[in-house]
């Protein structure tokens, strides 16, 4: 039996909204990308939503919207994937890697507070996995403690009055923390539509923020525009309209806009997306109770107050070591079954060492990669699958002493 790591979940009702736009006559971005920033604003419970190419291009041009560049600089966690960081290299700020908490996925929220200094100008959070970062109101405190070495070097830092923080929640799209949706907590939030997340439209991804004036917030939307579209004063759809031709180029900007095609997969997969959620919660928790009496440590998707979007199913195994984990993965690879890790720290990597970061200095990102395993996770898993993951892994953790 194959099992797939992550396929697209996609369907006849995902189909046919595409021939719909192809027949349209209108494939780049226009009506339905508009139609789907509103159903994502709504999801989430924020004012306003933007589509673009990617949850990169979102983070990206997030911190070029806000006016963070060369002199700044932007804390991350050093375990993460490279999207995260490269974006603050990619506008010229310089980044600062900190740890994560012991025996978690989390940024230690105390190794932030250490890290700031007066060039900070955003902290870059992550959602990893699909689980809210738990500790963005101890991150609002500390920004606030922090007010006095700020230093606004834009009009958008200046009326924020402190540092920024964003979240990198490309895993996340529809979870929950104490009553708020994963889009209203950060005060900008960036999730991925790429082909292996819960809600895919290809390649795509959305930007959210918490709600400033109707006026400043109309302002945003259109930066993102002007960003992401050469910095053309009409959009596309505003051009062809009858006479409509005449545009101006307020900056050379870039290209990364959604298309109408992209949006109509999204659009489909927002009708479905409740039970895509549900279907991922009963595969989390049929694993959850076939693993607990192994010596494996899991992520609790499901807490008090806090719903993730289970996104990813990482497993740690309780005193093993990378080497004997990837042997384990091939072990799978052999029964056909592809598993995966999430995440290799950045500063094992070379672009981050060469930028100076040793993984020496992030002891506890060190410990939760070398000896996590990630198991298929996502809603095209029959039972019948998962059931032969499940056996084939319980088997491969008896045989590693981990029963």
Same mark, same amino acid.
């Given at each position: ?7 697209? %979940? ?33 999801? @989430? ?12 291009? @979102? ?46 996925? %989390? ?118 525009? !002007? ?31 959604? $298309? ?18 549900? /279907? ?11 693993? /607990? ?6 992520? +609790? ?5 806090? #719903? ?18 990837? #042997? ?21 990597? $070379?672009?981050?060492? +060469? ?19 990630? !198991?298929?996770?996502?809603? @095209? !898993? ?8 499940? %056996? $084939? ?9 981990? @029963?």
């Amino acid at each position: 039996m194959r099992v797939e790591f992550s396929p697209p %979940d996609i369907t006849e009702e995902e189909i046919a909204e595409v021939i719909d736009t192809l027949k349209s006559g209108w494939i780049t971005t226009g009506p339905k990308t508009k139609k789907f920033e509103q159903e994502i604003a709504q999801f @989430c419970g924020t004012t306003k939503a933007a589509c673009l190419s990617s949850a990169t291009t @979102c983070m990206e041009m997030t911190l070029r919207a806000m006016g963070i560049g060369p002199g700044d600089e932007v804390i991350t966690s050093a375990y993460t994937f490279t999207a995260t960081c490269s974006v603050i290299c990619h506008v010229g700020a310089t980044p600062v890697l900190v740890d994560t908490m012991p025996d978690s996925i %989390d940024m230690d929220p105390e190794k932030v507070r250490e890290a700031i200094t007066e060039k900070t100008k955003a902290i870059l959070t992550i959602d990893l996995a699909g689980i809210i970062y738990p500790y963005y109101d101890r991150l609002f405190e500390i920004v606030e403690e922090k007010k006095g070495l700020f230093q606004p070097s834009s009009e958008r830092q200046e009326k924020l009055g402190r540092i920024l923080i964003l979240a990198d929640a490309a895993h996340a799209f529809g979870a929950e923390r104490e009553g708020k949706k994963c889009g209203q907590i950060a005060d900008i939030t960036c999730f991925s539509f790429h082909a292996v997340k819960n809600l895919t439209t290809a390649e795509g991804g959305a930007v959210t923020w918490k709600s400033l004036t109707p006026e400043e917030d109309e302002a945003l939307y259109k930066e993102y525009m !002007l960003l992401t579209l050469h910095g053309q004063s009409k959009d596309a759809l505003a051009k062809m309209k009858a006479g409509g031709w005449e545009y101006d180029i307020v900056a050379p900007y870039y290209k990364a806009n959604m $298309t109408d095609i992209t949006a109509s997969i999204g659009l489909a997969q927002m009708k479905r997306y409740a039970k895509i959620l549900q /279907r991922r919660r009963q595969l989390i928790e049929r694993y959850d109770e076939a693993f /607990r009496p192994y010596q494996v440590q899991v992520l +609790n998707h499901y807490g008090e107050g806090s #719903q993730s979007n289970g996104h990813l199913y990482l497993v740690r195994l309780n005193g093993k070591q990378r080497e004997e984990c990837n #042997q384990i993965i091939q072990e799978l690879a052999k029964a056909e079954i592809a598993a995966n890790v999430h995440y290799k720290p950045l500063p094992l990597l $070379t672009a981050y060492k +060469n930028m100076g970061f040793a993984i020496e200095d992030f002891p506890n990102a060190y410990r939760m990669y070398e000896n996590e395993i990630s !198991l298929p996770l996502h809603s @095209c !898993l029959t039972d019948e699958q998962q059931q032969y993951v499940i %056996d $084939t892994f319980q088997r491969l953790l008896r045989e590693h002493g981990l @029963c």
